[in-house]
């Protein structure tokens, strides 16, 4: 069998494990109740708006700040959805013995592995990419606020779930399934509180402090990749409003849009993580 | 002579060669840790075979055969499959494997699992053929239920489903019959035959030796990661021996006896050896002889060390060669 064809197979077999397994029911549950929270709130700030209690300027920064919250609770939503389908999905299988007469057919190791990572991709980012359109178009209707630059942000949310997937999908070659999920949702929560620390040691002028949310941010690019979204979903006026560049230990809103060179390195690191993987499902004992 | 020549007449030499085993591996070794797993192993299955693997828990057995489908990495040794080397996957497009931890898919249903294993090995196979393969383990009833919801004999009988279903022509069954009831096991028992006249090659890896001796030509012991002794059932069990119950046994008829073989006597019991190249006829013509000799036969058994027996001769031989006596190899 040609290794696409394998891609395809197992990542067609992933998602319906999802959709089986009733992880998809699950989501589209929570995200249901998020949009009616959020569509509720929103209304409520559109109305005071409406009594003239906000500025036009208050009122884009409400909305920004409250959009990047929701948006914070899908990607966390996204993470801990993939995270702990990842597990199972892998070491769950080569654990339990599925993966057994799965692996004896002819196909190559890394290619399974790729058709597993890549169902994780499609549901992933079919995930933040759908529910984050459907917000969008909550927050359009109920406050009339439209994102600078929606697709950006949406692709920012996604590669970070793709991120966060990558490095589930690395444990998942070496620890249990369990611990491969903890300690991936509890890197990613990690890496934000140290770029929300980093941020206000930015906003103290503090080098020392200001670091550790750089360290983290090239560790694990979950929250890098989280500021770049937040940056293209709130207005630019906001940071302005909010009061300058000083806003850094502000944890949902976003001083800068990323740089080219650290998008790259996600990029790199994503190749990285994945060829760690490969390289440790390849060599494992079943 | 010009290479284009040439290619033909490399392809006549090729085509005429006789096929390559369906199994064969020299020197594998494989160590967990502190512990030898697989120590040098080296075996062959023809096309068409039926070999059984034999040996105590921890002898190895289930290593040999995950380092022969790729699923564990030998630290040494080489191994092919139907021709091809065994780290190649596409050596593995034409084989069958039930593992020892059978577990598939949960949320998918019987022929779902059976059309993923059709997809992964690349065969195309009918969609009547596949639910052939289901009924054939007793499943055609249950093709559209859920994996799991079915029991551990249910999900063994899916596995052998799984390694008939892409046309192997080697199939590795490792204790096909742990999880199944005693109908089960002959069912397993009449597949294993089939396979063999359709000249499909089986390893058979089953601590039921009384299965391993009905359905195997050729039989490999394990021990502690090494072969302990492997051949055909008639070069394991050796000759076959009769137990004859006798009254009045005079010295000529003893004489008689002799002559035929080794003669052991427990009172009225006596066992002899039969000849290597006997072709059927040595146990009629010494009772006749013995009858016109004056002996009264009261019972005449065919006897033949079973293959339990032997097979625990062998692994104490080995116990004794471990504490440095030597032993059979």
Redesign the interface.
């Known amino acids: 069998?040609?290794s696409a064809?394998?891609v395809v197979?197992i990542a067609a077999?992933t998602l319906?494990?999802a959709v089986?397994?009733r992880v998809v029911l699950a989501l589209v549950g929570l995200t249901v109740v998020l949009l009616l929270v959020s569509g509720w709130g929103f209304s409520r700030l559109a109305a005071e708006s409406g009594t003239s209690t906000l500025t036009s300027g208050q009122t884009r920064l409400t909305a920004s700040i409250v959009l990047n919250l929701v948006m914070f609770g899908f990607s966390l939503i996204a993470a801990l959805g993939t995270a702990f389908l990842a597990g199972p999905t892998l070491a769950g299988e080569t654990e339990?013995?599925?993966a057994?007469?799965?692996?004896?057919?002819?196909?190559?190791r890394s290619a399974f592995l790729a058709g597993k990572w890549l169902g994780l991709v499609v549901f992933g980012c079919g995930f933040v990419v759908l529910a984050g359109l459907a917000q969008l178009v909550v927050v359009q209707v109920t406050m009339d606020y439209w994102p600078p630059q929606p697709a950006v942000a949406l692709v920012h949310l996604a590669a970070q779930t793709i991120v966060l997937l990558t490095l589930a999908v690395l444990l998942s070659t070496a620890i249990s399934p369990m611990a491969s999920g903890v300690v991936a949702v509890g890197l990613f929560g990690a890496t934000w509180i140290a770029g929300v620390v980093g941020g206000i040691g930015a906003s103290l002028d503090n080098d020392a402090v200001a670091r550790v949310g750089i360290i983290s941010r090239m560790v694990l690019p979950t929250d890098g990749l989280w500021r770049g979204a937040m940056h293209a979903f709130q207005d630019p006026s906001a940071i302005v409003e909010f009061g300058g560049p000083e806003v850094g230990g502000f944890p949902f809103l976003s001083t800068a849009p990323l740089t080219t060179a650290y998008l790259l390195w996600a990029v790199a690191w994503v190749m990285l993580a994945w060829a760690l993987a490969a390289n440790s499902f390849v060599?494992k004992?079943? | 002579m010009t290479a284009a020549a040439e290619a033909p007449a490399v392809a006549d030499l090729v085509a005429g060669l006789p096929p390559a085993p369906a199994i064969w591996c020299s020197g594998l070794r494989k160590r967990y840790g502190r512990h030898q797993a697989v120590d040098g192993i080296s075996l062959e299955v023809q096309r068409g075979d039926v070999v059984g693997l034999l040996g105590p828990n921890g002898a190895g057995k289930t290593t040999v055969i995950k380092m022969l489908l790729g699923l564990v990495r030998p630290d040494a040794g080489e191994a092919m499959l139907l021709g091809r080397p065994a780290a190649d996957p596409s050596a593995r497009s034409r084989v069958g494997y039930l593992p020892e931890l059978f577990r598939y898919q949960p949320w998918l249903n019987a022929a779902e699992v059976l059309a993923l294993h059709v997809r992964l090995s690349g065969i195309h196979v009918p969609g009547r053929d596949q639910r052939e393969r289901l009924a054939l383990v007793g499943l055609a009833d249950r093709a559209g239920d859920r994996v799991g919801g079915f029991s551990k004999g249910m999900q063994q009988r899916l596995g052998l489903a799984v390694a008939l279903v892409a046309g192997p022509e080697l199939v590795v069954l490792d204790e096909p019959t742990s999880a199944l009831d005693p109908v089960g096991r002959v069912d397993v028992r009449d597949i294993v035959l089939a396979l063999k006249a359709q000249g499909v090659a089986v390893l058979l890896n089953s601590h039921l030796i009384g299965e391993v001796e009905r359905v195997c030509d050729r039989v490999v012991i394990l021990d502690r990661g090494r072969v302990a002794a492997s051949g055909t059932l008639a070069e394991l069990l050796g000759q076959r021996e009769v137990r004859l119950h006798l009254g009045d046994v005079s010295p000529e008829a003893e004489a008689r006896l002799a002559a035929t073989g080794a003669v052991e006597r427990a009172r009225e019991w006596f066992t002899v050896a039969l000849p290597p190249d006997d072709d059927g006829t040595a146990v009629p013509d010494l009772v006749r002889d013995l009858v016109a000799l004056g002996a009264r036969v009261h019972a005449v058994e065919p006897a033949r060390i079973s293959l339990e027996e032997r097979l625990l001769g062998i692994l104490r031989a080995g116990d004794a060669a471990s504490n440095g006596h030597g032993g059979p190899r």
């Open positions: 069998m040609t064809r394998t197979t077999l319906r494990e089986r397994r339990s013995g599925i057994l007469a799965v692996l004896a057919r002819p196909i190559r060599r004992d079943l």
